[in-house]
């Protein structure tokens, strides 16, 4: 009979599956330690949220929001990154639009926040 799944890595599986198209994009240079040999990986359950993207040795979250989280969700967006900064996490957020058209200067922010940490 298979393990039971627990709920967490079940909810972060289907977050993976239901990526949007942004993420796709900032996933293609994040993964396989092409960035600076950090490891980042997807839905990274922490504390009682899910990173967007997660780099655990560098302590280093990134988050992208979309345009719904300008007015619905900026409170939550704020406790949220209260939670994971007291937890020991440094977060950058991006707009998925930064991503979009500028692709180059969110991995250079990320890189920059990289060398920080291991410095």
Not at 28 to 55: E, H, I, M, T
Request: glycine residues 6%.
């Amino acid at each position: 009979m298979p393990k039971p799944i627990p709920p967490r890595t079940r909810r972060a599986r289907e977050l993976r599956a239901a990526s949007t198209d942004v993420e796709h994009k900032l996933w293609s240079v994040l993964r396989n330690r092409q960035l600076a040999g950090a490891k980042f990986r997807r839905q990274l359950p922490v504390d009682r949220y899910f990173a967007d993207f997660a780099c655990v040795e560098a302590r280093l979250i990134v988050e992208l929001d979309g345009s719904q989280h300008m007015e619905v969700q900026a409170a939550y967006d704020i406790e949220r990154t209260r939670t994971l900064e007291a937890g020991g996490w440094f977060v950058m957020r991006f707009w998925n639009n930064d991503v979009i058209d500028n692709l180059e200067g969110v991995v250079e922010a990320i890189l920059a926040q990289l060398e920080l940490a291991s410095g």
